[in-house]
């Protein structure tokens, strides 16, 4: 069976880069369908003509002999399913099975756990930065760090906590001691932790080794320069 046209519709300044990098490191040739956000930071509608629910990444998938198309939406169902079909080298794939099952839990869990309090997070900073007039400016830094002290910093914190001891007893890793479509996934929100200042370096020493390993791959580099040529920003 040959491996189908693969096409990323990828929204700059998007976690759809991460897309990009597992393509890159399990050597598969693909198109970039690239879109722009508009003025109010929003993706275009363009992307509904794909996906009614006009979210990135998306991937288109085209049968080189039918024509047929198929469209993945989701990150983590992405990952799952270029990692199960299109891993035809085995490059990344795991043989044992407790291992492939955890594998598994952090492609759910990247987008659930994690990402809820850090975009909380990350929500709450742009509110406070926000050009608003006093004294609604005042109210609205109040009610963030509110918001920020009772719930989504502490939760943020319990997180970044529970990988940091995943990745310290995984040499490095998330499973097993090695690269999984798990690593690449879960890049995007502990780089995004470390970069907004929402976790220190020298308070998480795994994750900060752990993000500079994965920074440094021939996969990141090679996907973040194709980004970059797509209007992509660093």
């Known amino acids: 069976m040959s491996t189908p046209i693969i096409r990323v519709h ?37 992307a509904k003509k794909i996906h009614p629910l006009g979210r990135f990444p998306l ?16 990150s983590g169902y ?8 299109l891993d035809s080298k085995g490059l990344l794939k795991n ?3 407790d291992q492939a099952e955890q594998i598994e839990y952090f492609l759910y869990y990247a987008e659930g756990s994690l990402q809820l309090p850090l975009m909380i997070e990350f929500i709450l900073s742009m509110t406070k930065k926000a ?33 940091e001891g995943e990745i310290a007893k995984n ?7 090695k690269l999984s479509g798990a690593d690449i996934l879960m890049l995007f929100p502990l780089q995004s932790a470390l970069n907004r200042g ?5 308070e998480y020493p795994h ?28």
């Open 10 to 46: 990828w929204l700059n300044e998007s976690r759809a880069f991460r897309v990009l990098q597992l393509l890159e490191q399990l050597k598969l040739d693909y198109e970039i369908v690239p879109y722009k956000r508009n003025q109010d930071f929003r993706a275009p509608e363009d």
């Open 171 to 177: 040499q490095g890793y998330l499973v097993g001691g």
């Open 131 to 163: 050009p608003i007039p006093f004294p609604l400016s005042y109210l609205s830094g109040k009610v963030a760090d509110k918001i920020s002290e009772k719930y989504s910093k502490g939760e943020l914190q319990n997180q970044l906590k529970f990988v």
């Open 78 to 85: 992405i990952f799952h399913y270029i990692l199960q079909h």
């Open 207 to 234: 994750i900060s080794k752990f993000v500079d390993t994965l920074t440094s791959l021939d996969s990141y580099s090679a996907a973040k320069a194709k980004a970059t040529a797509n209007g992509g920003k660093f």
């Open 95 to 97: 043989n044992d099975p």
């Open 198 to 202: 929402f976790a220190k370096r020298e």
């Open 59 to 74: 991937v288109e998938l085209e049968d080189r002999t039918t024509g047929k198309k198929k469209v993945l939406a989701e």
